[in-house]
């Protein structure tokens, strides 16, 4: 059996945090989407980081590119435990042009190329690719081994998925083994597995690779003209022809409770985000975000508890089946099916109806919100109504097609200039 801790040690995590995240719409106006809220006081990047602590990986890089800066801020500001002494790193790696070829990274794989010296310095066998992006709990430690024991080339984590709804998906088609004998980009007719003609594999973006072999594949990647220096589109179906590609399935590592099903989130878009949220705050939520065992670390702000005040007829500050961040004070205010981040104030005579409301909003009195997002530092004006009109909604604010609706301080001031 191979030793987990010893594997763990000799590995890192290459988070990739640059993508622009544009399906978020506003939400990505000022911020990357690994920097996007989430969970009532986390940041979507704190997945990916949280899992590797929690497996024992204690060296990560992050490679950031688009509007950066809330993403840098955080991680400085909530993930500066690492000791070096104890070769513990985490190091912030922007597209710097700091290979002297006047590109910014020009893909997932010549993210990882641009920083070759970087990863050379950590001294470890292993790196696994991450993308920064998503929500789901995972233990790296049993993907890792299963890679070192199968002797693969690189291994690829799938998600288990209806057939039919990987066509947004890279998706594997594997023998018995679980061998990768073929890599399709979104196919229209995907691949069953061979034990379950109706599902598919589909690719959660996370690779294990021993350093050595990768080191000298981006090499020779970086010298194809033909490339376009992505690790999907380019270095995983090369191995798949031409080397030992393997499928690890991510229910053999997902952290769960027991019966629970395993969790994964693309939150990539505002319908996706605020489902995600609305799902936290049910009776069992199918993400545990109260497991001891597997914390989510993060930046915590140095806030009071949350505060609920006056107890009268149509102004009672409650909250029904919801989660309130602290700093939070709900003043006279009905909060039902919502989540709310931090630092958020609510006034007498309003109504939160399956909001998700990110940190720092202020909602004024007697404001009816239903099915929203709204974005942080926002003000509420007094007695706006949203949720209830769609067209009225549509005039000022964005509402996607399933009748969930953002709301920005842009957008507010749009409609607050024309009033």
């Known amino acids: 059996m191979t030793d987990m801790n010893r594997l763990t040690q000799r590995s890192m995590v290459f988070v990739l945090a640059g993508g622009r995240g544009s399906r978020l719409r506003e939400l990505t106006d000022r911020r990357v989407k690994p920097a996007v809220p989430f969970g009532g006081k986390a940041r979507i990047v704190d997945f990916a980081l949280s899992n590797a602590l929690n497996s024992g990986i204690r060296k ?7 509007k950066a800066h809330s993403l840098i801020r955080h991680l400085q500001r909530g993930w500066t435990f690492f000791r070096a002494e104890r070769n513990e790193f985490l190091d912030i790696l922007p597209a710097s042009q700091r290979t002297g070829n006047e590109n910014w990274y020009q893909g997932t794989a010549d993210a990882v190329t641009q920083n070759i010296d970087i990863v050379d310095s950590y001294d470890v066998d292993y790196v696994i690719i991450l993308a920064g992006d998503h929500i789901y709990k995972m233990d790296y430690g049993v993907m890792l081994r299963e890679h070192v024991e199968s002797g693969a080339d690189v291994t690829v984590g799938c998600l288990t998925v209806p057939r039919m709804e990987a066509t ?12 990768i004998t073929s890599f399709l980009e979104k196919p229209a007719d995907p691949p069953g597995t061979p ?11 996370i690779y294990v690779f021993k350093w050595s072999f990768l080191r000298d594949l981006l090499a020779r990647d970086a010298e194809d003209p033909n490339s376009s220096h992505d690790f999907g589109t380019d270095l995983i179906p090369d191995i798949v022809a031409n080397g030992k590609a393997m499928a690890h399935r991510y229910d053999r ?20 985000f605020w489902e995600a949220h609305i799902d936290l705050t049910s009776f069992t939520p ?17 806030v009071p508890p949350a505060k609920f005040i006056h107890d009268e007829r149509d102004r009672r500050g409650m909250a029904i089946s919801s989660m309130i961040a602290g700093g939070c004070i709900i003043s006279g205010t009905e909060v039902r099916n919502s989540c709310l981040f931090t630092n958020v104030h609510t006034n ?10 990110l940190p720092g909003v202020v909602v004024n009195r007697s404001a009816r919100l239903r099915r929203v997002v709204i974005d942080g530092g926002v003000v ?15 005039r000022w604010f964005r509402v996607t097609e399933r009748g969930t609706t953002l709301i920005t301080q842009d957008m507010l001031d749009a409609r607050a200039a024309k009033a």
């Open 60 to 66: 990560m890089a992050i490679a950031t590119q688009y």
């Open 168 to 179: 947004a998906f890279g998706v594997m088609a594997t023998d018995k083994e679980g061998r």
């Open 195 to 205: 034990d379950d003609p109706d599902v598919a594999l589909a690719s959660m973006g």
């Open 253 to 272: 590592s997902c952290v769960r409770d027991e019966g629970a099903p395993a969790y994964w989130r693309d939150v990539g878009t505002v319908d996706a």
């Open 286 to 302: 199918d993400l545990n975000l109260w497991d001891r065992n597997w914390p989510l670390w993060t930046y915590s702000e140095s």
């Open 348 to 357: 007498s005579y309003a109504v939160l109806d399956h909001a998700v409301v």
């Open 380 to 394: 509420i004006p007094e007695g706006l109504v949203v949720g209830e009109d769609p067209t009225e909604d549509a």
